[in-house]
């Protein structure tokens, strides 16, 4: 049953049931609207509250559907409906009311929220806007400057700042459901949402200035734009044109390459673990974590554990060590306090289930063992040789590599079945995605257990196989390699790091250098030197500026020269590059933005085909899951194998 009418004296109960998240399916709005003319006919009814069963009221619109033939009712025709009912309809919230569902509630005539509710207008994440009066409805009910944030951003708020603004009238104290029935008795005649004036913002400087700012931080995202857009048309226009200026961008953004790449991306990043009979295993249990390094990685790592309601154990190589690791965890623990994140109790509760050790021993009842040292095979090795005899039979260890072979490091151990890779990305209490790399040996419950804590850590977890630098950094080291190609043809790092961040990319491929530090690359191709196939072509200017200590932002010269964060073109960098050209006797042709893009995505799309030819990655999906949220490849743009035509 998707929505069903019940009595309660002279109040009809409208009850919306479609789980998981109540979805605006064509069903239910079918049933809806048969609910408005029911409930409208019938003379004994004096009210109506619409509310939701489950864990949430409507989360928002079946996403399934926007890529199929449109079929009425539509939504904005069941709103309408709603909220010209010549009856009270009071929506009762609770969990999410996201999207559709925020638009069905600013429908009705009052609303009532349960204290943990979040109300907001996501759409702009699938490249749209709000399609069913959300721009319109939304700065009727609270001020302008609100609406824009909500609507351009995509933020939900909670049920306290929905209350001060005005988008809910009231928050449940007790049971939701009598509250609303209290609050539709108390509610004599319908008060509709456009009736009522647009509210403006409190300064109009201030909102213009906020637009503009919006709108340039959509770097070629066409949502956010219209976004902005539709709520500046909002407080101008007439309510009728409105909705119908908001209906037909939602339509044209729906049909949007960006919005197809994104709704991809929606269902990709639920689906990664789905039917991989690498992941077929029951998980082991997960209650005390091992770290083993509390350095930046292992520090975040130890972290995200502990926030998710895990116990942890770190372990360093001296004192000293150890308590630094453990004051950078403090430090992360800290900044989650005083952020809201975690409240004092939850804080003190965390601190009390976090140990340190210099002694493999204190891991000796853990579940899971994750390694975050320094990227060496023969370091790693030694502490998988000391995990063996320290850590249980049935305890999984994990390897935090970033390039090494995790089946070589898993024959340290005397039962290599029990060794995944967990390949964290920095800062490691933040990046939500995971890399789950998979060695010859690994058991599929082991496996299992390393998705397992994935889904606890809240992470997105793609499952990999063993090559050098898994699915991300493999992509990333193939179209470094092609930037290196280009600025020894013509072009200078500035030239592509702007082509870049014109693509819609965050930061260009030689400031993220800069930032991370060249050294670290440097000793990956010092370590490949003696495997490298001596007709390649290879570049040496990064080298060369390694040599002269130019190793990025931490020693205030790499790439480019730095004024405290301020990134400056450097003549002597130039010079190099321009040197290094002539040595080899090619001729520098300058690039175009265009032509540079070509290059970076022909050379990312090779490679992914490369990694799906050989089953390190399942699908492509998996590839575009990784780039978008490892490494910043334009999330609207889809992922280089979605723009290659891969699905």
């Not at 399934?64 to 709603?82: C, N, S, W």
């Not at 997105?460 to 043809?489: H, K, P, Q, W």
């Amino acid at each position: 049953m998707t929505v069903d009418i019940a009595r309660q004296g002279d109040l009809a109960i409208v009850t919306i049931d479609n789980p998981p998240v109540n979805a605006t399916s064509q069903a239910v709005r079918q049933v809806l609207s048969d609910a408005v003319r029911q409930t409208s006919s019938d003379p004994d009814v004096r009210a109506v509250v619409l509310r939701c069963a489950g864990r949430t009221f409507v989360a928002g619109g079946d996403v399934t559907e926007f890529d199929k033939p449109p079929v009425p009712p539509h939504l904005p025709d069941v709103i309408a409906a709603i909220e010209d009912a010549d009856k009270p309809w009071i929506a009762a919230l609770h969990g999410s009311v996201l999207g559709g569902g925020l638009e069905l509630a600013m429908g009705c005539h009052a609303r009532i929220g349960a204290p943990a509710t979040k109300l907001g207008l996501p759409e702009v994440s699938l490249g749209l806007i709000p399609g069913a009066g959300g721009t319109v409805r939304l700065p009727r009910l609270v001020e302008a400057d609100l609406a824009l944030d909500m609507v351009a951003t995509g933020k939900p708020i909670s049920a306290e700042r929905a209350l001060k603004a005005g988008l809910i009238d009231r928050i449940a104290e007790g049971d939701l459901l009598d509250a609303a029935k209290e609050l539709a008795r108390r509610t004599t005649a319908p008060r509709r949402t456009l009736s009522r004036p647009a509210r403006p913002p409190k300064d109009p400087n201030a909102f213009a200035a906020e637009a503009a700012t919006l709108r340039a931080r959509a770097r070629g995202q066409n949502s956010p734009v219209a976004a902005v857009a539709a709520i500046e048309r909002a407080l101008e226009l007439p309510a009728d044109a409105a909705l119908a200026a908001e209906r037909q961008d939602f339509l044209e953004l729906k049909a949007d390459p960006q919005s197809k790449a994104l709704r991809r991306m929606f269902f990709a990043e639920r689906q990664t673990l789905k039917d991989d009979p690498r992941a077929a295993g029951t998980a082991r249990p997960l209650a005390h974590i091992g770290v083993v390094g509390g350095g930046t990685m292992g520090a975040g790592i130890a972290a995200a554990a502990l926030l998710s309601g895990l116990s942890v154990t770190m372990v360093e190589r001296d004192a000293d060590a150890l308590a630094a690791g453990q004051g950078r965890v403090g430090d992360i623990l800290d900044g989650s306090l005083k952020r809201g994140k975690i409240s004092p109790k939850r804080h003190a509760e965390i601190q009390a289930v976090f140990a340190g050790s210099v002694d493999y021993a204190a891991l000796s009842d853990a579940d899971l063992v994750i390694e975050a040292v320094f990227e060496d095979i023969q370091v790693k090795t030694t502490v998988f040789k000391a995990l063996d005899s320290a850590t249980r039979p049935d305890a999984v260890l994990a390897t935090n590599t970033s390039y090494l072979d995790v089946g070589q490091i898993a024959s340290a151990v005397s039962d290599p079945s029990r060794v995944i890779g967990l390949h964290f990305f920095s800062p490691a209490h933040i990046m939500k995605l995971l890399e789950l790399v998979v060695p010859d040996r690994a058991s599929p419950d082991a496996v299992a257990t390393g998705a397992a804590l994935g889904k606890r850590l809240g992470k997105i977890t793609v499952l990999s196989g063993v090559c050098d630098g898994f699915i991300g950094n493999r992509i990333m080291s193939a179209y470094r390699r092609e930037a290196d190609y280009m600025i020894e043809d013509g072009a200078l790092p500035a030239d592509v790091d702007k082509a870049m961040r014109d693509f819609g990319f965050p930061i260009g491929v030689f400031e993220m250098q800069d930032l991370a530090g060249l050294d670290i690359a440097w000793a990956m191709r010092k370590r490949r030197a003696a495997t490298r196939d001596p007709n390649e072509r290879y570049i040496e200017i990064a080298d060369r500026l390694c040599e002269q200590g130019r190793l990025g932002r931490k020693t205030g010269k790499g790439w480019y020269r730095y004024s405290g964060k301020t990134a400056e073109v450097d003549p002597e960098v130039t010079a190099l590059i321009e040197a290094e050209s002539a040595r080899k006797g090619i001729v520098r042709k300058p690039l175009s933005d265009d032509a540079i893009m070509a290059r970076i995505l022909t050379v990312m799309q090779t490679e992914g085909r490369a990694i799906l030819s050989e089953g390190i990655a399942a699908k492509s999906s998996d590839i575009d899951v990784v780039m978008v949220n490892g490494y910043g490849f334009p999330r609207w743009r889809g992922g280089p194998m979605f723009m290659a035509g891969e699905m």
